[in-house]
């Protein structure tokens, strides 16, 4: 498995920015698909993006497309998450998480490892 270490989060005012990152330790970063997920309080954990291991194929949820930018860089085994134009209802724990394969999933079920998620508070 792989460890994964989530920094970046904070308050921020809605309209501003954010960039999460996701360092990854354990076997070749590239071989794995990365994806960002987040659970508000009383709701269910969804999926935000997700990245293939060659870091050229993406997929995002409706709720953040054109907002949000997930990217990679292997070299240094640490996914990204861009947030621009945050509302009030971004407002969650953010989650990062890897696949044991290369290719793209959105599924929960479909990561296998997962970070201790940070929090993302977005002040209207």
């Known amino acids: 498995q792989v460890q994964l270490v989530e920094s970046g989060g904070g308050l921020v005012q809605a309209g501003g920015s954010l960039r999460l990152s996701c360092l990854a330790s354990?076997?070749?970063?590239?071989?794995?698909?990365m994806g960002w997920f987040r659970q508000a309080p009383g709701k269910e954990r969804e999926f935000v993006a997700a990245?293939?291991?060659?870091?050229?194929?993406?997929s995002y949820a409706d709720s953040v497309k054109g907002r949000f930018t997930i990217s990679r860089d292997n070299a240094k085994s640490t996914v990204y998450l861009q947030m621009n134009s945050l509302k009030p209802e971004d407002t969650a724990v953010y989650y990062c998480?890897?696949?044991?394969?290369?290719?793209?999933?959105?599924?929960?079920?479909?990561?296998?490892?997962w970070g201790q998620g940070i929090q993302v508070t977005v002040s209207s």
């Open positions: 998480a890897a696949r044991a394969v290369s290719w793209i999933a959105i599924m929960l079920a479909d990561f296998g490892s």
């Open positions: 354990g076997r070749t970063f590239s071989s794995y698909a």
């Open positions: 990245i293939a291991g060659h870091g050229i194929t993406t």
